[in-house]
């Protein structure tokens, strides 16, 4: 799964009990910071006259816990890997697909049986991929051919990936040669873990947020990032000579977000649905791309043609791709606890 920009560690990382930016109080969306802008919803603007009220939040445990608590919101952000525990929380009901006016125009890539389970309590609006992004000045194409660059002793200390659970654990599965990870073993999520470790003392940091990144790379502190796709138009745009390398002999990653309904939320049921509809709409295709992120609706998005995909680095490849889907809840909480270890240095 950004999405974002996504897990953004800001200081909006801190979560709210209170909405941030308060519009229509008749529905409330918990959100990552970035998805207020109105151009994600502009049918909903015009049928409603105002944006919905949004609360914001850095990370999903976080902004889980806050929900199981009591806080109260009607729409949440999530990202596939976490909706498995945000189910088991019993804080979801499912969406009513007949009122999702592009429910049929989703990609079917995006929507297997593992993301919406046989109720839909997720539905996936908004994807990106996940893969090298690195300076060509300074890093030949033959040195990112593979994963297995971020052990490499040339680039010791100028290495970095990104300080989040999921998108460490999708680059450690496909550098030990796992694609699937909905079906890892306890050997497999061992061996990606032990690939993590040995990387540690190769890198400067672990990147927060998507504007540190551009910085690090900016600088030449950093030339080699496991990073998300927004970071190559963003710096294209910026003349930085970046590459972004998603063919990879073991692949690259593609993460996925969507929105859930929550339970008991205080707001109009029916805005929910209009919030829903607005962010899958064809006019919110191209901001949303602009952005750094594609969106679910298949036709719109193609749409666009092949060229845009490719600019914002999303376009087709010839490689293995982890999809970050749902997974086991007992194996996120591994990763997550093992993650935490690892970055301490132990």
Known sequence: MTLKSLLLGTSLATLCATPLLAADDDLLVFDYSGFEDPA?????????????????FGEEDEALQKLVSG????????????????????ILEPWDTSKITHYADLDANLTGESVTTDAAYFIPTDFGSTAIAYNTDEVP???????????????QGRLTIPDNVDDAYALAYLATGVTDWTTATQEQFEAASAWLRAVHPYLRTYWIDPGELSQLMATGEVLVSWAWNETLPTM??????????????????????????????PGDEEKAYDFLNAFLDPS?????????????????????????????GLGPIAAPVLAQLPMPIALREQQSEEFEKIKAGF
């Open 40 to 56: 994600f919803h502009q049918t909903y603007l015009e049928k409603n006259g105002d944006s919905p009220s949004f609360a914001f």
């Open 71 to 90: 806080f109260k919101a009607d729409v949440s952000h999530v990202c596939a890997g976490s909706v498995s525990k945000w189910i088991e929380a019993d």
């Open 141 to 155: 194409a033959e040195d990112v051919a593979s994963l297995q660059v971020f052990q490499n002793p040339k680039y």
């Open 236 to 265: 294209v745009e910026e003349s930085f000579p970046i590459g972004f390398q998603r063919e990879a002999a073991e692949g690259s990653s593609l993460w996925l977000c969507g929105y859930v309904n929550l339970k008991d939320g």
């Open 284 to 312: 919110t295709t191209e901001p949303l791309l602009d952005a750094g992120w594609g969106q679910s609706n298949k036709p719109a998005l193609d749409a666009l043609g092949e060229e845009a995909l490719v600019a914002a």
